[in-house]
């Protein structure tokens, strides 16, 4: 499993069961500071230029938005070749 150093993916809870699961889950830690090998971060790239063209009204507007978009966006991304891009 690929995973960013992200709060809840250190978290004790996260860490008893990956202990708890090491003969089955290996992690992967993406490089600190490269977002362009995290296709998660690509996703969130797009939806903030989206979202945050247009204006909302009231912040349970915006975060009804935010949450639809998520759901319901498809994300066209090769995850193989993200995944495979060279560092050179």
């Given at each position: 499993m ?7 993916h250190?978290s004790?809870i ?17 490089p600190v500071?490269s ?8 996703c969130?790239?797009?939806?903030k230029?989206?979202?945050?063209s ?9 975060k009804?938005?935010?949450s639809y978009?998520?759901?319901t966006?498809?994300f066209n ?12």
């Amino acid at each position: 499993m690929f995973v960013d150093r992200a709060t809840p993916h250190c978290s004790k809870i996260t860490k008893r069961f990956l202990d708890s699961n090491k003969d089955t889950i290996r992690l992967e830690h993406f490089p600190v500071g490269s977002p362009e090998f995290n296709a998660v971060e690509e996703c969130w790239r797009q939806g903030k230029y989206h979202i945050l063209s247009s204006y909302y009204s009231t912040f349970d507007f915006l975060k009804d938005t935010i949450s639809y978009y998520y759901r319901t966006t498809r994300f066209n991304l090769d995850i193989v070749k993200y995944l495979m891009r060279s560092t050179k």
